[in-house]
């Protein structure tokens, strides 16, 4: 379907072409002087920009007319890139809207003046102001298409950046801490003294959670997690919950900036635990209320053979004598307490712990009257009952 413009008569162009010069230095200079954001100077990127889309959009009007028929070379993206210039300076389209209207007026007022000199019709005149409006909305929406288009890349870009500065306050590296320094203005996030990193599972859903802008996020992969600044002054929690609802969230201890990766690594350790039903799966998951667990596993290896050296005694014992007294041991240690506290403890009689105890006694002999020893030996019966099977792989394993 043909435009307005394309439907006048061909020759009004020849007409109308020797006027275009004036005109597109007149419209530049009245932008310019009406408008402050474009009163820039020429030579410059958005001088050029503007006098590249007034001189354009002119010669295109005109071609137009003359040769309604004739395929014509995508000129859209000059005004797209208008567009995207103003998003890119962080104003609104206003400006932008405001200089395609006056420049629809200068070109008006010049039309006119070329009227009463060359004796258009009335009727043509108005198709010509017709067609003037027409052209001037199909113009500011090709900027409006550019403008939404860099909003949305450069959120994405923010987006990307802001992924960045988690993984980089993550590193143990210190060139990745000196990269996050440079990278927290571009990502709009100002660096705290302290924060928190909170690891996350999906449980149900497949939405990205809306977090406010101060919440540092990054949902994709294995290693989903936040970054959240001053956790211990702000309650945040409770701005994000109905949004992380989808989700297991383990929050890592709160550390000083340059400690980021000890709560990253520490709320890894506790997410871990949890899927393994070691911590019980709360909502959310707090390492502050599971440091003494954390730390009798933060080395695996190193709790191994402190359950292999110190429960030596025990190893050839059958698993469910090595639990008895393993039980007992504990309660003991743990209490220092006589035959009938420990039993209460236990829920059995105080005859079966005197004598569970002298077995105990013959087992682990002077380890039990070393402190050291002792110490080490309720470490190790605690981390045991940490690491030990689950219930039903247990019975599996002694009905074997």
């Not at 990054?218 to 989700?247: E, H, I, K, N, T």
């Not at 400690?259 to 707090?286: G, M, W």
Request: charged fraction near 30%.
């Amino acid at each position: 379907m043909r435009t307005t413009a394309e439907r006048l008569p061909r020759e009004l162009a020849t007409l109308i072409r020797p006027q275009l010069a004036p005109l597109a230095e007149d419209i530049v200079h009245t932008i310019r002087a009406t408008i402050p954001e474009y009163a820039k100077p020429l030579d410059g990127c958005y001088g050029q920009a503007i006098r590249l889309g007034v001189d354009q959009a002119l010669k295109q009007f005109v071609d137009r007319i003359a040769e309604p028929d004739r395929p014509r070379a995508d000129f859209a993206e000059v005004y797209r890139q208008l567009g995207r210039l103003e998003a890119s300076e962080g104003r609104s389209l206003d400006s932008l809207q405001k200089a395609y209207r006056l420049g629809t007026r200068v070109a008006w007022r010049h039309l006119i003046r070329f009227r009463q000199r060359s004796g258009l019709p009335t009727a043509m005149m108005f198709t010509l102001g017709e067609a003037t409006l027409a052209y001037a909305d199909e113009l500011i929406a090709l900027s409006v298409e550019g403008y939404a288009d860099m909003q949305a890349r450069s959120a994405q870009g923010l987006q990307r950046r802001r992924k960045r500065l988690v993984r980089l306050l993550i590193s143990e590296e210190d060139r990745d801490r000196a990269e996050a320094a440079e990278l927290a203005a571009p990502a709009r996030w100002p660096l705290p003294a302290q924060l928190c990193v909170v690891m996350l599972d999906r449980v149900s859903g497949d939405s990205v959670p809306e977090l406010p802008d101060t919440v540092l996020a990054d949902f994709q992969g294995a290693q989903a997690c936040l970054m959240v600044p001053d956790p211990d002054a702000a309650d945040w929690w409770s701005r994000c919950a109905d949004a992380l609802s989808g989700w297991r969230v383990v929050i890592g201890p709160t550390t000083a900036l340059s400690d980021a990766a000890k709560s990253y690594r520490h709320a890894q350790l506790a997410r871990e635990l949890v899927r393994r039903n070691t911590i019980e799966d709360s909502s959310p998951v707090r390492c502050a209320d599971h440091l003494s667990t954390l730390w009798l596993l933060t080395d695996e290896f190193l709790v191994e053979q402190l359950i292999r050296t110190r429960l030596a005694p025990l190893a050839p014992l059958t698993d469910k004598q090595h639990k008895r007294l393993g039980e007992t041991l504990l309660a003991w240690l743990e209490t220092r307490g006589g035959a009938p506290e420990i039993a209460a403890r236990l829920r059995v009689h105080p005859q079966t712990v005197r004598y569970r105890m002298r077995q105990v006694e013959r087992l682990f002999g002077d380890q039990l009257r070393c402190p050291d020893a002792r110490f080490e030996l309720e470490v190790a019966l605690r981390a045991a009952s940490l690491i030990e099977p689950p219930p039903q792989e247990q019975e599996d394993r002694e009905a074997g």
